[in-house]
């Protein structure tokens, strides 16, 4: 979990937001609410770097099923050994 403080931390604590940030994105709250974050240039890389391999593992798995639902629509799958024997006999057999 990321850890909070409230804003009087940056002016009575200071070191310790600012080794929470070394390692993660602090939160800092305003009159009780969420307002901030704060965080070293390192993690905000990596977060972004994260972001970045997340969105294209869902963009590459989206594709993937895609593909999946195209090649079920067409014809183009297998179920079962008989019936894998029998599809590559018919591919052969078209070649």
Known sequence: ?????PITALSKDQAAVKEAARNNVVRITEHGSAAWIFTSEEMLEQKI???IDDAVY???LAWIVERGHRDIAEGRYVIGTENAKKKIAEMRASQ
Request: a negative charge; zero cysteines.
């Open 58 to 60: 869902e963009a590459r």
């Open 49 to 51: 770097r994260d972001a």
């Open 1 to 5: 979990m990321e850890p909070i403080f």
